[in-house]
C-alpha cells in the first residue's frame, strides 16, 4: 500500500440558501476546509472539515493554522496502518474537524487502492439510508411552510429547531402537527431550555397527543444532571448531542443513565471516536442517530459512508449539503428525496 506524501488544504465558501436560525445562532454562510490525502502511488482520498466555533472552538483559520503540523504527523505513514495513524490524529484534541477529516481521507485513499467502497471497508451493513430535513427557528408561517415542503417531498421524518421561546415553540410545533401528521418528529432544542422547561415543553406537547421521537440536546451541554432529570421525567425519548463529543463524554452519560440516544457527529469526536461511541452505545443498549454541522455534499459523504457501513443508525440527521448553495456535487453517494445510495 502506498505512503502518504502529502496533504493539501483548501478554503472553500458556502452560502446557506436561506438563514440557518437555531437556538442563540444564525448562520447564513460557513468557510469549510477541504482535505486531501496524496500517497506515493498516486492515489488521492478527501475529507472537509465544517468549523463550528459555537460547538468546538474551530475556525478556518485555527484548521489551516495547523496544516504543517498535521503534515508533520503523518506524512511518511502507510495508510494501511490505518490504526497507528488514528493513534497519532487522537493527539488533535482541540480538532476534532481537523481529526475527522484527516482519518477519513486516509481510510478514502486506502478503499481507493484497494478498489471498495469506504462503506463496505466499515462494514457494509447497508447501501442505503434515509435522511430526515430540518425546519430552523423562525415566524410561525415560515416554520409551518417549510415543514410542509419538507413533508411533501416525501421526507419521512422532520428535525424542527427550537430553544428561544418556550411558548411559541409548543404553538408552532402544534400548527406544524396540524399539516403534516404521520411523519417522525425530531425536536432539538440546542440547549435552550432549563430542564424543568424541557419538561414543561415536552409534556405539553404530550398531552396534545403529538408524538416525538427524538428529544434533542434539550439543556446546556455540561448540565448531565439535568439531561437526566429531563429524560427520566419526559414522555419522549432523550438524545444528548453538544453533550456526547468525545467518547469519554459518551461514557460518562452512560454511566450516568442520563439518555437514550446519542446524536454521532464526525465534525465532534473525529472519525475514530465516532466508531469507539457506536460500540460503547451498542454495548449499553443506547440508540444513535447521526447528524452533520454545515457540512457540503464532499463532507456529508463521511457520515454516508459510517452510517451505511455500520447500519445502526435509527435516525439520521444528514441535510446540511441540501441548504447550501454548492456549484457542484461532490458526494460519493446518490441521493433521491430523502434516501441517501452509495
Not at 142 to 160: C, L, M, P, Q, S
Not at 246 to 261: G, H, W
Not at 262 to 267: A, E, H, R, Y
Amino acid at each position: 500500500m502506498g505512503k502518504i506524501i502529502d496533504i493539501n488544504f483548501a478554503i472553500n465558501k458556502y452560502k446557506y440558501q436561506k438563514p440557518f436560525h437555531i437556538t442563540n445562532s444564525i448562520s447564513t454562510d460557513t468557510d469549510n476546509v477541504e482535505v486531501c490525502v496524496i500517497t506515493d502511488e498516486g492515489f488521492k482520498g478527501y475529507g472537509e472539515v465544517a468549523p463550528s466555533f459555537r460547538v468546538n472552538g474551530e475556525t478556518a483559520d485555527q484548521i489551516l493554522a495547523l496544516s504543517k503540523k498535521s503534515k508533520d504527523m503523518i506524512v511518511g505513514e502507510d495508510v494501511k496502518n490505518y490504526r497507528k495513524i488514528f493513534s497519532i490524529t487522537s493527539k488533535l484534541i482541540s480538532s476534532p474537524g481537523l481529526k475527522a477529516a484527516i482519518e477519513f481521507a486516509v481510510i478514502d485513499v486506502l478503499c481507493n487502492e484497494i478498489g471498495i467502497g469506504v462503506w463496505e471497508f466499515l462494514g457494509g451493513v447497508k447501501n442505503e439510508i434515509e435522511t430526515d430535513k430540518t425546519v430552523s427557528i423562525g415566524t410561525t408561517a415560515e416554520r409551518v411552510k417549510e415543514a410542509v415542503d419538507i413533508y411533501k417531498k416525501g421526507f419521512k421524518t422532520i428535525k424542527i429547531k427550537v430553544g428561544e421561546d418556550i411558548n411559541r415553540d409548543i404553538d408552532d410545533i402544534i400548527e406544524i402537527y396540524k399539516k403534516t401528521k404521520g411523519v417522525n418528529y425530531i425536536i432539538d432544542a440546542n440547549m435552550g431550555y432549563t430542564p424543568k422547561e424541557a419538561v414543561r415543553f415536552a409534556k405539553t406537547l404530550y398531552l396534545k397527543g403529538i408524538d416525538v421521537a427524538v428529544f434533542e440536546q434539550p439543556v446546556i451541554n455540561y448540565d448531565i444532571d439535568g439531561l437526566k432529570y429531563v429524560r427520566f421525567n419526559s414522555p419522549y425519548p432523550v438524545c444528548a448531542d453538544e453533550s456526547a463529543k468525545t467518547r469519554y463524554d459518551v461514557m460518562k452519560l452512560i454511566k450516568n443513565e442520563a439518555v437514550d440516544y446519542v446524536n454521532i457527529k464526525l465534525m465532534k469526536s473525529g472519525l475514530s471516536d465516532a466508531i469507539s461511541i457506536i460500540e460503547l452505545c451498542n454495548s449499553a443498549n443506547i440508540k444513535l442517530m447521526i447528524g452533520c454541522m454545515s457540512e457540503s455534499s464532499i463532507g456529508v459523504n463521511q457520515s454516508v459512508q459510517l452510517a451505511c457501513g455500520y447500519g445502526c443508525f435509527v435516525f439520521c440527521d444528514l441535510d446540511s449539503h441540501l441548504m447550501l448553495s454548492e456549484k457542484t456535487y461532490r458526494g460519493n453517494f446518490k441521493q433521491i428525496k430523502n434516501k441517501m445510495f452509495v
